[in-house]
Nanobody
Framework: VQLVESGGGSVQAGGSLRLSCVFS??????MAWFRQAPGKEREGVAT??????RYADSVKGRFTISRDAEKKTLSLQMDGLEPEDTAVYYC?????????????????WGQGTQVTVS
């Protein structure tokens, strides 16, 4: 299983970015985006399970997670970006059911993509 993120970059506050995660192997029913800012622990941002979604309070209303099973892609549309959103963003997946935002509940991880908001 491989998860490969792309789409990170630098943007001004108020701007938008769209992250993508292409995965190999069988389609996962539970996938998520996490992020880790410098000096902080990795935190769950958004999760997708069987067509339902869940968001961290800090991104609710600004970020949208989606999955395309045919293209084997998980996406994160990020609008209204704030400097506090600066972090390395990771794609994660598990075969367990649920919409957990807890890092320990995910078994497969991408290498991360940097998002910088100034």
């Amino acid at each position: 299983v491989q998860l490969v993120e792309s789409g990170g970059g630098s943007v001004q506050a108020g701007g938008s970015l769209r992250l993508s995660c292409v995965f190999s192997g069988n389609v996962f029913n539970t996938m998520a985006w996490f992020r880790q800012a410098p000096g902080k622990e990795r935190e769950g941002v958004a999760t997708w399970h069987a067509g339902t979604t869940r968001y961290a309070d800090s991104v609710k209303g600004r970020f949208t997670i989606s999955r395309d099973a045919e293209k084997k892609t998980l996406s994160l549309q990020m609008d209204g970006l704030e400097p506090e959103d600066t972090a390395v963003y990771y794609c994660a997946a598990t075969r367990r059911p649920g919409r957990s935002l807890v890092e320990a509940n995910y078994d497969y991880w991408g290498q991360g993509t940097q998002v910088t908001v100034s």
